[in-house]
């Protein structure tokens, strides 16, 4: 849902003081005013036992939202359910009820609750508590901290409700006898902010899934989530089942929410967002900055050091250990301290306390997590205030000449790619450690895997089942939920392991030479073995320097899995295989994106790996008379286009800045694909989307006021070549086409095989 309920009101002080710097530009202030909607209806009229009923009341819930009702009406008759609904309107209880119900007089499991992390399972298990203990229900957390006594205590007793995350369903699946026997009696299995596992994590979590089926004899499967665009669609194909009933509740806020866009003026995004922490400080406000990096979040703090305001703030982020997180967090509970700068380790749905302020310092990558972040604020029902900085990038570009669509945006549809190649046969094999095998109760495609498996001497048959053989074992041993492909070490001149790097995103950081930030330190990396698979990095000093890496990319289509026309533009979507060769980089300075230098490598390297992709064939335009200047002229045309779609991409599918990649052709072809091995399902959503797509991307040349090609408009930070060959005016030539095509052309032109701009 779109926000709702926009009016300007500037009487309010704290506005006015963030209004009043001359250095910041206000793009748009809109207010969204609270949704008051009642519950209705009474706890004992909605079915709940006596027991249940008075637990409910002595939490203050005398009466439920009907959509909570209707919710626990149907996860109580088995169906598959998805509750969508703001954040504090009570989605928790509508799907606790139902388990509590069923867990009276029970003796083992009935329930498996997952978060996506351990820190919000642990965060959100006193609430469950708060309900369940007065019944005797009793809810355990089952993850990597669990100690050895209470893990005794669950086998022995097992409770009634378990928490966890699946990392910890993963391996106690492949490893945990017990665990198995547990989930024996399970009748529900929940997903707690079920948006969050969209591409290939969603992959993985759709196999976890499938593997837990067959322990969990028939599962009702229930989702929640405050911000997702395709309920329905995403829920059956994570679940793997046919029909879902969603059931949709308030999606407002309580209190008055302002929604304000700046840019700053002559200063960085990192002292403009200190500058607010600041402000926020001086008037007693409780304020969250949310920033995309370790490096961007030191800055802020550094910021803040440098004007005597450090003793209020604190950093919040992955590579702090977790006792450090958590001393932040209590911290920031019990008001020691004002201000908390966070990578996205925060916007997970953890309550950190009385929020007032949220301020994001870059564009989050979803509309969705915009409202993720904005959702930790103002959950007592108090006015509060999100600051979004827009930079001087083509997304914030885009969005300081069309602010208004920021707020009016809904959130993105979630897509995953079910039969990811190599998510599947890390998962199989995971099948067999979890049980053997039967082989009819593979899926054609699980089974093809299989066969690969058994060909590489991974599975073995005993008797008519597959299992697991030592070597099969060993590849499982560096399973990771959370990406897919090949990893690569990195490792200090000292031989220290400091960091892991999935290809090929390694092969774009860790090239020789390349300036890589990881944990708050700089180092440059000395070499990369890709056989090997280990970079070794030394620390250095560089200033405000990075590099880009220079490279080439030959995309192959090996399959077409669907063919068509879309706008009149034709188009396959396909498995591809990428090849990535890099062969250079640029160095660049950081405050000003001036080139220093171009510098080739003593020797390109290149890695190949299987992905899933769009090849679209543009619209043919002469340019010019002469063929040599036409070339040319097409190639900057199409190479610009590729760029601003991706950018569309980003903006209308809530793709984030590494989920695609591209490569253009002088011929037309535009070739866009999922930058994770396998796949991740992005690239479909593009193409689902794709007249939105051109839309925004038509708007992103048209409304800039650059010669013809800026850092606004079709530059990107991960381009190829960087960013030479590119023109505005004839991506807009091109892309303006595209929105007048009516008829669609026959077929699609093979993709040449060389002369493609990345």
């Known amino acids: 849902m779109p926000l709702q309920g926009f009016g300007v009101r500037l009487d309010d002080e704290f506005v006015k003081a963030v209004l009043s710097d001359d250095h910041r530009e206000v793009v748009l ?12 209806v009474d706890v004992a009229s909605a079915g709940a036992p006596a027991g249940v009923a008075e637990a409910l009341r002595r939490n203050g819930i005398g009466k439920l939202y009907e959509f909570q009702a209707r919710a626990i009406r149907a996860i109580r008759e088995g169906r598959h359910t998805v509750i969508v609904a703001g954040t504090g309107f009570g989605k928790t209880e509508a799907f606790a009820v139902p388990i509590l119900e069923a867990s009276l007089g029970e003796k083992g499991p009935v329930a498996l609750v997952v978060y996506p992390t351990k820190a919000l399972a642990r965060d959100q298990v006193e609430r469950l508590r708060r309900l369940a203990d007065p019944l005797g229900v009793r809810v355990m957390v089952y993850d990597g901290d669990t100690p050895s006594p209470e893990r005794r205590l669950l086998y022995q007793h097992p409770p009634h409700v378990l928490v966890s995350n699946p990392d910890m369903v993963n391996q106690s699946l492949m490893h945990v006898y017990r665990f198995r026997q547990l989930l ?41 989530s405050a911000t997702i665009g395709n309920p329905e669609e995403f829920a059956r194909s994570i679940f793997g089942v046919d029909s879902v009933e969603v059931v949709e509740g308030p999606t407002g806020r309580r209190g008055h929410t302002y929604h304000i866009l700046v840019r700053p003026l002559y200063r960085s995004k990192f002292v403009e967002a200190a500058n607010i922490a600041r402000t926020c400080i001086e008037w007693g406000k409780k304020c969250i900055v949310f920033t995309d990096s370790h490096r961007l979040s030191e800055l802020v703090y550094r910021a803040l050091r440098m004007g005597g305001y450090d003793r209020h703030a604190a950093v919040h982020r992955a590579g702090l250990s977790a006792e450090e997180r958590v001393r932040v967090e209590r911290m920031f509970r019990r008001g020691e301290i004002d201000v908390v700068i966070a990578t996205p380790t925060l916007e997970l749905g953890i309550d950190v306390g009385d929020v007032d302020v949220v301020v994001n310092t870059s564009i989050p990558p979803t509309f969705s997590r915009y409202l993720q972040r904005v959702g930790r604020m103002g959950r007592r029902g108090q006015t509060a205030y999100a600051v979004q900085i827009l930079g001087n990038d083509p997304i914030g570009s885009y969005y300081r000449n069309y602010p208004r669509e920021f707020l009016e945006r809904r959130p993105e549809p979630v897509g995953l790619e079910r039969e990811n190649e190599d998510v599947t046969r890390v998962h199989v094999l ?8 039967r082989p009819d109760e593979l899926s054609p495609f699980e089974s093809r895997i299989a066969e690969d498996l058994l060909a590489g001497g991974l599975l073995e048959y005993r008797g008519t089942y597959l299992g697991i053989t030592r070597r099969g074992r060993e590849e499982l041993r560096a399973m990771n939920l959370r990406g897919v492909g090949q990893v690569v070490r990195i490792r200090d001149v000292d031989g220290n392991v400091i960091g892991h790097r999935e290809l090929p995103l390694a092969l774009i950081e860790l090239h020789p030479n390349a300036i890589y930030l990881h ?45 068509g026309a879309v706008m009149g533009v034709p ?76 950018t569309a991409a980003e903006i209308v599918v809530g793709a984030s800045k590494t989920d695609l ?19 991740s399902g992005t690239a479909r959503l593009v193409l689902a989307n794709f007249p939105r797509v051109v839309e925004v991307a038509h708007n992103i040349v048209s409304s800039c006021d650059c010669a013809d090609g800026c850092p606004k408009c079709v530059f990107s930070v991960y381009c190829g070549n960087n960013n030479k060959y590119l023109s505005r005016r004839n991506a807009r030539v091109v892309l303006g086409m595209v929105l007048k095509l009516r008829a669609a052309p026959l077929q699609v032109e093979p993709v040449p095989s060389e002369g493609g701009i990345v």
């Open 430 to 437: 995971a099948m067999a450690m979890d049980m053997p095998i």
């Open 519 to 563: 944990g708050g330190r700089t180092y440059v990396a000395v070499s990369l073995d890709i056989e090997r698979m280990e970079a070794v990095v030394r620390r250095a000093e560089v200033g405000d320097l990075y590099t880009q890496a220079l490279e080439d990319m030959e995309p192959h289509v090996e399959e077409v899995l669907e063919e």
């Open 661 to 679: 990649g591209g490569v253009s052709f002088p011929s037309g072809h535009i070739v866009i694909y999922d930058s994770h091995v396998g796949g």
């Open 184 to 224: 024996r009696n399970v009748r529900y299995v929940v997903l707690d902010d079920f948006h969050h596992y969209g591409g290939v994590l969603g992959s993985h979590m759709y196999m976890l899934l499938r593997r837990l089926r067959r322990f969990v004899r028939r599962p009702t499967f229930v989702g929640t």
């Open 571 to 646: 188009y396959i979507y396909g498995k591809l295989r990428i090849r990535r060769t890099v062969y250079g980089y640029a160095l660049k300075r950081m405050t000003t994106e001036e080139t220093i230098g171009e510098y080739t490598l003593d020797e390109p390297l290149s890695y190949e790996f299987r992905t899933k992709g769009i090849v679209l064939r543009m619209p043919a335009h002469r340019f010019s008379g002469r063929d040599e200047v036409d070339f040319w002229e097409r190639a900057k045309a199409y190479h610009a286009a590729e760029h601003v779609l991706i």
């Open 29 to 40: 202030v809109e207010v969204e005013r609270p949704v008051h909607v009642e519950p209705a």
